[in-house]
């Protein structure tokens, strides 16, 4: 299922309770887990993105008015409830359809390619090159006739 992310998401979670809390950096490493388990185009990412803090005079002034100085962090409250909805999402629905199968891929050819190999084809994969299929079919062409069949025989029996 999907318990490896779900405790990635706890930790980042339990980060929102640091003392010495970086809010940037705390969205950079969200965004990154939350890329991988839901894909780039997620709102969740675009939810993440936008936590910011309002350091305007009108909005300190609310903020002091409604006595919130410094019971709860309007923010870290915010990222909270968009990870707990997440984690909640994870643990009721699963990994959304298709992560799976190709979290079984990027695995078998971690176990069938270089390093080297393998982190080319995840850049390649991941950027707007146009000639990336042709660029990725050079990478796999350069497998010898033996792998490259047991890869593709490993692939349709996942």
């Known amino acids: 299922m999907a ?10 979670l ?3 309770d640091e003392k010495k809390f970086d809010l940037d950096a705390w969205k950079t490493h969200t965004l990154i887990f939350l890329e991988r388990i839901f894909g780039k185009d997620n709102s969740k990412l675009k ?5 910011h803090y309002d350091y305007s ?3 300190l002034r609310d ?7 410094k019971d709860k962090d309007p923010v870290k409250m915010r ?8 984690i909640l ?3 009721t ?10 979290q079984k891929l990027w695995k078998l050819l971690q176990d069938e390619l270089t390093g080297k190999q393998v982190k080319e084809i995840e850049v390649l994969a991941k950027s707007d090159d146009k000639e990336k299929t042709k660029k990725i079919s050079g990478i796999l062409e350069n497998l010898d006739k033996e792998n490259l069949s047991l890869l593709i025989a490993k692939l349709l029996l996942s």
């Open 57 to 59: 005079s009108w909005s």
């Open 47 to 51: 939810l993440i993105q936008d936590l």
């Open 3 to 12: 318990e490896k992310q779900i405790a990635i998401l706890r930790e980042q």
């Open 63 to 69: 903020t002091a008015a409604a006595g919130k100085t």
């Open 93 to 102: 629905l699963g990994l959304p359809e298709g992560e799976e199968e190709q």
């Open 14 to 16: 339990a980060k929102l």
């Open 79 to 86: 990222a909270s409830e968009i990870l707990e909805a997440t």
């Open 89 to 91: 999402e994870l643990e």
